[in-house]
């Protein structure tokens, strides 16, 4: 139609590698910390012997979301250990673990920041829609130039992936709080940090985990994709499997990821209930 | 003739002054300051809502409300009347005017300067809602104002635990707000603000979400707690009832401005305009009118060293069948009628010297703060008429029968004030206020 055509690809372009040679030394920072993070957790979870572990995730599951959901996680783990996915099964809770830090210690603020101002909320809102459908390899590509091949740009492109529901669901959870409690915060004379940490985020709290669940269940979408940019574990396994049409590894593979699926949902489903009713029931 | 006088607004006029409110504006929306010229010309919350978009919450509002007392904010919803309370503790900020809060400004105070003024001045409020905590309990629910005050958690505990029992709550500090009533749950509200223990209560629509039984159980608790720790309340209400029996003064509002003050009395016996009339028309008065607002001027009366026949020329004189007989200090010492002093001048003609005691029926005293209908029980046994007395036990005036009727009556029109409120008995015939007054119905 034109003969003029936007040059949005050069741009974006131009951009990453504006970005990849001028913060080169930063990007390497990061790099190295997050590698550090998944490194000393992987070493963690191997230097206990299996079935130590498998019994320490299991009562650790059964505390935070009781006895069934903890035999069921038994059993799971047991099963992935059987079927020789225990490695990979490992270095994925490790990427998991690791995203879900990043996730919440920059997602919550966030949130707060968006309800606590509607400027900040307007301005995040559309940015966390691009976040969300932007297809995820357009960003796995960047994600590989700026941090080279492996875990890390797996745990950014998982980063950028899954938080958005937390910063919507912590928003939407801290306006959410009823105006007079709000108002009897004020009225007591709290400070705006005794309002948020006393008042607004216990008031909130089940929509903010349900935020957590929500970014937790998107983070383990994404390490299958991740996968595919070399972040080793269970993603690298179903990949293996796809590329042989092998359908049966395929297959394990992709139970090992429903079983952390599971046992992640209800454990955090679990915490979302709030302290009063738990204590009624 | 004794003048009779209206009695000071209750013994608040003699406290200093606690929250002082001058000439206060709240306007909601961009570009205030045009709504705050027009309201000052005059102009009506509808004009400026009309002609600029902009809601009025307050406009024109000076009040001085003084320590100890319960300081009653009336109105229909929209009035203004929260607004005006989110105000004095700049929950909302406003728009021009000045709040003064023990000699504090509190208007142009810091944010830090502000929260030191909320936590020791004001015992934070206690909400309609009732706005407790949902995840914390009843005892962590009313330590909240201590805790984020810092106080030590031992301190906390002790105090808040008074505070519980002082709201009939023992036995409950464990409890989760689910799993109390809705009057329970405004109990906690309450608990919370008294146990921080500051000198201001702000209360907004405190009981309006609770069931008439509790609501006028919980407005019992409170006229008996604030007997005891006096704080100064301000209370927000749409309820008139609920206004007359807890304040000891109101302010009525209309259209984000205060149409009155005064006390339940002075708006019951002078309507400041028809808003107010129109509020306080379908009121129970016995209540609210005391014996001072209903009485009339002592037309005459005996001293007790009159002879018989000086007391029988005054009461011809007046046109009375009885008098009351007072001491020098003019304390009532009792009541005489002509027929008694006729009979007793009728035997042997030969009369005391003074009015003796055995010529004296007791006369009916009360205190001029006693309300009417504790006059109208007194009445009813007989006992009329009923000499009024100040503190000191000096008669003031007088209640005959003619003017409890006139003062459950409505009033006419605007004519009256709260001192002639029995107007209409008065300007009977005085010889037919006599016989009244006079001892021929007592049973």
Redesign the interface.
Known sequence: MFDFRIPIRDWVSDAVRFLQLRFAPLFDAFSDGVEAVIGSLLSGFEWLPVLVLILLLAGITTLLGGWRIGLFALLGLLLVENIGLWQPFLQTLALVVTAQLLIVLVGLPLGVLAASSDGVERVLRPVLDFMQTMPAFVYLIPAVMFFGIGLVPGVVATFVFAIPPLVRLVNLGIRQV?V??V?????????AW?RLV??EM??A?PSIMAGLNQSIMLNLSMVVIAGMIGARGLGAEVLRGIQRLNVGQGFEAGLAVVILAIVLDRVTAAFGR???EQ??R | MTIVEQPPPAASAARPTKLAVRDLYKVFGPNPARAVALLEAGASKRAVQDELGLAVGVADVSLDIKAGETFVLMGLSGSGKSTLLRLLNRLHEPTSGSITVDDVEITGLSRNELLRVRREKFSGMVFQQFAVLPHRTVAANVAYGLEVQGVREAERRERSLAAIELVGLSGWESHYPHQLSGGMQQRVGLARALAVDADILLMDEAFSALDPLIRREMQDELLELQSRVNKTIVFVTHDLDEALKLGDRIAIMNAARVVQVGTPENLITAPADDYVRAFVDGVDRTGILTASAIMQPVKETAHVRDGPRTALTKMRRSGLSGILVVDSERRPKGYVTSQRIIESLGGDGAAGEHLDADLLEDATTVDGDTPLMDVITLASEGAVPIAVTDAGGRLRGVVVRGAILAALARPPNGQDTGTTAAQPAAHAPAGRVGHESGGGERV
């Not at chain 1, 108002?183 to 400070?191: I, M, Q, R, W």
Request: charged share 25%; hydrophobic share 40%.
């Open positions: 009823p007079a409690l108002e009897a915060a004020d009225a007591f004379g709290s400070t005794q006393k008042v216990p008031v709290r709030s302290r009063g204590a009624d």
